[in-house]
């Protein structure tokens, strides 16, 4: 990533929360929003490749995602 550069419109996730939780965020709750985000996907695609792989697949595939989906959201319920 270049310098300058951000890796996520901060206001914009601001709003967004906002918006769906009616209240307000504090100074870095987007951040680490963000960073369990990334943290989720990273192991969303880890689970979908394992399943991709188990089941004889060249890629990850839709359907490797969606059965690696419900295991994913189990382990990062807050």
Do not use: W
Request: charged share 25%; hydrophobic share 40%; proline share 3%.
């Amino acid at each position: 990533m270049a310098p300058g550069q951000k890796m996520y419109p901060r206001a914009t996730v601001k709003k967004i929360v906002k918006a769906h939780s009616k209240c307000n965020v504090s100074k870095n709750v987007d951040v680490m929003m963000f960073l369990d985000y990334v943290l989720f996907m990273q192991t969303l695609i880890k689970e979908a490749a394992i399943d991709a792989k188990q089941s004889g697949e060249k890629g990850i595939s839709a359907r490797s995602v969606k059965k690696a989906t419900a295991d994913t959201l189990a382990k990062f319920k807050g």
